[in-house]
């Protein structure tokens, strides 16, 4: 009764059109009247949930990544991308890939990557003659190399949903293989298309070129080495290294690049608080829910019913995808992550899958949802960049998803992938 | 009626398997009036908030550890002060005898009634550097929990205090964000820390209890037969709980010896217990708690 | 969002300086976090002594960052939601699930402002370790964030009120 109450409430509301975050903690509330709980549970759990001491490192991460769009990080580093591999068919595309390989190194977040990248990426490469379809589809998909590719602060949402059981610099260096591959397949997409479209390629600038780029965007590519150093070495806290991440770019913005004025950095700052709320409250109200699943022990229910409807690794991992994409096309990721992760961890575990790798499977999974309709951030920011209609981008985005779910199906089934590298460092 | 369990614990520690047997015990001889169900490993909520549900009212039973309580009821505070108890025995003898009714009548303020006492066991130092007395520990980076008592506790130690969250210590240990840490036999050997830290000063500085407490609005609703039954069933729990316990310590204690580590036993405390004198005269004020101290003392 | 860009129209002058005021004590908060963190590395690595209180009080002004921006959120229209569904309706049921939804908020920061309020006063006779203030300041952002919720959501119904939305008539041409 409290479960069917806790769930359709949620469904409801969320039709209806109520933002998310207040749908869960609406939820909440009701399932406490029902069972005879005091309502001021809901509201204790949502504090209690954000004030995990790791969740810091979320406002320093989305403030570093302000930084970088406004205070010309980004723009540097798309520069050097176009001088290394702007002279292949279709540069600009590659280009787009390869600056968010290299800008997911320096930010947490996936929706940083398309607004920084695509303010920068989408005007140069409509003036080269590329269509915005196509310009977009390459800014949004790629941007889930901001979540694979460490720092992350999803990553960091997971471990703290796994209970404290994995750690994240594992999570951090596990990362890094599977970012590149999906990057590198999504390449092979982007290449493809841009052949088949007669796009343009740039003229090799020369070497002088290359490592003048290089020098430019080395500064802002420290800030990279700053925070991951910083928690791979353990000289710093993850919380510590993001936050010395964000005093490491506004240096570089304000000492080295002088290109951050006043206004821009007040700019950063609103736009880092506004995007740090609507990710807490999320955080919080998706506690308060959890707190309700846990009481139904639909963890429980979940990992019986999985059992029961086949004992195959492989059939039961893809259904956990297929669950976690349709899953990924209504919710947000920060709130599927720490729910999702409470059910479906228990589920893998007993299908010996290691809970780093899941991580893996997990940030891949609910990256693509980020850029696929109804709901999805990097999808509705990038159309905004842009100015194009979603339904334009959707109609040929299709091969950049196919190109994500296939780096998803190898990050499920093959666990050297994700696992190689932190076995090494341990 | 259903009565629900709080439990920091994953679902196979001492104190988790104590706590089913409780439920069991319960709902057996009550046959079926009262059925408690533990949801173990914080599902429910961290400690803190734990504390708060059960005031509120969210929750009817849990095994709370008394430092967090140390500020919500003071007369705990006691019990947590370092050098407190001589040994673990000593402090089940004291905690089951009328030092144990004295707190838990305090806990009563709180809608809490206290009906037995866990063990966890009793916390000492290690480092990654020799630690073999007090000088050792001067100016060494450590590790401590959120409490006020251990921050005071390590820097009248002559330490450097240093609160880190407790997932963190291992890396910070290896990487020498600080140079120790202090824990409980198990905790140091399941933790991995003792292959990052690899000397154990054994000076037993805090030997906390932890509380089997039920939500005194449930327990003054149920009959008089039945509270019977239910402290009865906790006080076997506590027992059962004890003897896990034990077998755990001595599980991780041949696990870290094994691995080859420096073991320190202190023959002598006193130097030790002569420098907590800042830390007593700042926390140890309150009538009731120099009360209670005085007893704990008294007891043999 | 044709909505959405209505509504703003129809904001409060009084409730914009509100909501100013809120965005400069978070963007503060958040300046003042950032430091507390790096002094805490410097306490450690230079000075050796690490401020203990530091993380206390972090997590303290991570809610007061949070949680008021959270409720101007909803006067923005910042947060995530599922909106294309509604937006396939007849206009008249849109008008009306604006209206019952914006009821469903107001209530809900009622409920939120109360059991806040409750939370802070039931906790406030226990210190936070470390920094020594009261359990209950953790609870106020909260109430900020109700108290703030409410108001918006006046402010909303009134705005739809001048329209004319609850009684029946279509708003604007806007957004058709
Ligand atoms: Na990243
Ligand atoms: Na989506």
Known sequence: MGLTILLSVFAITMLSGIPIAFCLAIAAFCAAMIEGLPELIVFQRMVSGMSGFTLLAIPFFVFAGELMMRGGIAMRLVRFAETLVGQVRGGLGVVNVLSSMLFGGISGSAVADTSALGSVMIPMMREQGYDDDYSVNVTVTSSIAGIMIPPSHNMILYALAAGGGVSISSLFLAGIVPGIMMCLILTLATYWIAVRRHYPSQKFPGWQAVFFAAVYALPGLMTAVVIIGGVLSGIFTVTESAAIGAIWALLVTICVYRSLTWQAFLQSVTQAIRTTALVMILVGAATAFAYFLALYQVPDMILGAMTAISDNKYFVLLMINVALLVLGMFMDMAALILICTPIFLPVVREFGMDPVQFGMVLMMNLGLGLTTPPVGACLFVGCAVAKVRIESVLKTIWPFYLAIFLALLLTTYVPAISLTLPRLFE | AELRGWNTHVPDYPVSVAMDKFGELVAQRTEGRVKPKTYHSAQLGEQDDAIEQMQFGGLDFAVFNLVPLNNLVPATQATTLPYAFKSIDHMHRVMDGNVGEVIGKHMEDVNMVALAWYDSGARSFYANKPLKSLADLKGLKIRVQNSDVNVAMVEALGGNATPIPFGEVFTSIQSGVVDGAENNWPSYESTGHFEVARHYLLDQHTIVPEVFAINKTTWDKLSGDDQKIVRQAAIESATLQRKLWAEREAKSEKIVRDAGNTIVELEDKSDFIAAMKPVYDKFATNAVVSDILKQIQAVK | ?176
């Not at chain 3, 949680?67 to 923005?76: D, H, K, Q, T, V």
């Open chain 3, 1 to 176: 969002m044709p909505f959405a860009r209505l509504e703003e129209s129809m904001h409060w002058k009084l409730f914009d300086r509100l909501a100013s005021m809120v965005i400069v004590l978070g963007g503060l908060s958040l300046i003042i976090l950032i430091s507390i963190m790096g002094y805490q590395v410097w306490g450690r690595y230079v000075l050796n002594d690490t401020p203990t209180w530091a993380e206390s009080l972090a997590l303290l002004l991570i809610l007061l960052v949070s949680l008021p921006i959270a409720a101007i959120g909803l006067r923005e229209n910042f947060h995530l939601g599922l909106d294309f569904l509604t937006e396939l309706l007849p206009r008249r049921i849109q008008i009306a699930l604006r209206v019952i939804n914006t009821f469903v908020l107001l209530t809900f920061g009622l409920a939120m402002t109360w059991h806040s309020l409750s939370l802070v006063s039931g906790t406030w006779n226990r210190n936070i370790p470390l920094i020594g203030v009261p359990q209950g300041f953790k609870y106020l952002p909260l109430v900020f964030c109700g108290i703030l919720i409410v108001l918006f959501m006046i402010e909303r119904l009134a705005g739809m009120w001048s329209h004319g939305v609850l009684i029946g008539e279509d708003i604007s041409d806007e957004g058709n």
